[in-house]
C-alpha cells in the first residue's frame, strides 16, 4: 500500500484535497472526509497572513476546524516573510492547526501585478526567505509549499523552487502542472511533476492538475512516480470522489460511486446543512451554496428553470421542495465525471515593471498582494 508521509502524519491513501477558496471550508472538508471515510488530507482554503496576524474576524472563521479533523491542515498565503512568520508562529502557540502548506501558485492578476501568487517563486531569495521564516517558525509542525511550474514557458521556476524548499527544510511539494500564463487552460503538463521528482528525491512530491477520476489519480501516481496526488477541480460537486479515491487505492476501484439525482440531491442538501451550522445562520449557507449547484447538478436533465431557481433559493426548505419536483430516479449521467469548474486559460500574465529582469535581486512585494483572496 502506498504511503505518504507529511511529517509526523501518515496519508493513506495518498490523496489530498486541494485547498479551494470560498470551497474547501469546515463543512466542504467534512463532507469530503464523510465519504472517504477519513482518509486522506484535507487541506483550507487559502487564509492570508496579514489578516491572520490581525485576527480578521472572517479569516478566524475559515481557520475553524470540526473537533474530528485531523490532522488540521491550513493553506497560509503571503508574500512578506516577517508577517509569514508571525502567522505560523501564531498557528503553533495557539495551536490552531496540525499541517501549514505555502500557497505560492495564485495566478490572478491583481497579485501577480504586486509580484504576489505565482509570481513569487522567480525571485529565489524572496522565497527562500518566506519558507525560512516558515519553517524556522513552525515548531514540530510539518510545512509544505504548492506551486505551478513558473510564470509562463520562458521563466519556469520550479526546479529551483523544489531545490530552494529542500534546503530550508520544506517538507513536501504540491506542484501544479501548469504555468500561471496558462491560468486553468490547456493540459496540465503531468512530466513536469516526475521531473520534479527527479529534482527533489529527499522529499514527497504531490502531483496536482487534472484529476477528473479515482483512475486519473492511479494513473498520475505511475506516469510521474510521485508521492501522492491533489485534487481540485474534480471534486466540485462530486465529494464522492475521494470515496472512490479511497476504492481505487484500497480495492482497485470495486465500489467507485455512480449517484442517482436522488443521492445527489440528498448530499447537496446536507452540503446546504452544514454550510449554515458553520455561518450561524441557514440563509446564509443556502445562499453560499448557490455557487456549487451546477457543479452538483451537471449532465442531469433538470432543465434551465429549475437550475435558475435552485441557484436563487434561500432555505433549505425552499431546497428540498424544489429538488423534490425533479425526476429523482435518473442515473449518473455519462460524461459528467470530466472536466468541471474553471477551464480556461490566459496568456499574458501582469507582473510589476521590471520583475523578470533579475531573478535574484532582493525583492520585497507590497503588503496588498495579500489582497485577493482568490486562491490558485
Ligand atoms: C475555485 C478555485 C479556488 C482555488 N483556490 C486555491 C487556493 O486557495 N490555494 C491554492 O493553492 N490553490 C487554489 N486553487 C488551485 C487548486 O488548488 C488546484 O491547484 C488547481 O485547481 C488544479 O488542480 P485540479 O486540476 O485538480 O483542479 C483554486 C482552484 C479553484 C478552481
Not at 12 to 30: C, D, E, H
Not at 148 to 158: S, V
Not at 301 to 311: E, Q
Not at 341 to 348: A, C, E, P
Request: glycine share 12%; hydrophobic share 40%.
Amino acid at each position: 500500500m502506498t504511503q505518504l508521509q507529511i511529517g509526523p502524519h501518515s496519508v493513506q491513501p495518498p490523496v489530498v484535497l486541494a485547498p479551494m477558496a470560498g470551497i474547501t471550508n469546515a463543512p466542504f472538508r467534512t463532507l469530503c472526509r464523510e465519504f472517504s471515510g477519513g482518509k486522506g488530507l484535507f487541506v483550507s482554503e487559502m487564509i492570508t497572513t496579514r489578516a491572520l496576524v490581525e485576527r480578521d474576524a472572517k479569516t478566524m472563521r475559515l481557520i475553524h476546524f470540526d473537533g474530528t479533523e485531523k490532522p488540521r491542515s491550513i493553506q497560509l498565503y503571503g508574500v512578506d516573510p516577517v508577517t509569514v512568520g508571525r502567522a505560523v508562529r501564531m498557528i503553533v502557540d495557539e495551536d490552531l492547526a496540525d499541517h501549514i502548506d505555502l500557497n505560492f501558485g495564485c495566478p490572478v492578476p491583481k497579485v501577480t501585478r504586486k509580484g504576489g501568487g505565482s509570481a513569487l517563486p522567480f525571485k529565489r531569495n524572496l522565497l527562500r526567505s518566506i519558507l525560512r521564516e516558515a519553517v524556522g517558525n513552525a515548531g514540530a509542525l510539518p510545512v509544505t509549499m504548492k506551486m505551478r511550474k513558473g510564470i509562463d514557458d520562458d521563466h519556469i521556476t520550479y526546479l529551483d523552487a523544489g531545490r530552494i524548499a529542500v534546503e530550508e527544510g520544506v517538507t513536501a511539494i504540491a506542484l501544479h502542472g501548469r504555468t500561471a500564463a496558462q491560468h486553468y487552460g490547456g493540459t496540465a503538463d503531468w512530466d513536469a511533476i516526475a521531473r520534479l521528482k527527479e529534482t527533489v528525491p529527499e522529499i514527497p512530491v504531490l502531483g496536482n492538475g487534472d484529476i477528473w477520476s479515482a483512475d486519473d489519480a492511479l494513473r498520475m501516481m505511475r506516469e510521474t512516480g510521485c508521492d501522492g496526488v491533489v485534487v481540485g477541480r474534480g471534486c466540485l460537486g462530486r465529494p464522492w470522489l475521494f470515496g472512490d479515491l479511497v476504492s481505487a487505492f484500497e480495492d482497485g476501484g470495486a465500489s467507485y460511486a455512480a449517484p442517482t439525482l436522488k443521492e445527489v440531491a440528498r448530499v447537496m442538501l446536507r452540503h446546504a446543512e452544514l454550510l449554515g451550522e458553520w455561518l450561524e445562520s441557514e440563509e446564509r449557507g443556502v445562499i453560499d451554496f448557490r455557487k456549487h449547484v451546477a457543479w452538483y447538478t451537471k449532465g442531469f436533465s433538470i432543465g434551465s428553470d429549475m437550475r435558475r431557481k435552485l441557484a436563487i433559493t434561500s432555505s433549505l426548505g425552499e431546497m428540498d421542495a424544489l429538488l423534490s419536483e425533479l425526476d429523482l430516479d435518473q442515473s449518473w449521467p455519462a460524461g459528467a465525471d470530466g472536466p468541471r469548474g474553471r477551464t480556461s486559460g490566459r496568456n499574458r500574465v501582469v507582473l510589476p515593471d521590471g520583475w523578470l529582469n533579475d531573478p535574484y535581486d532582493c525583492a520585497a512585494v507590497s503588503a496588498d498582494a495579500e489582497l485577493d483572496t482568490s486562491g490558485g
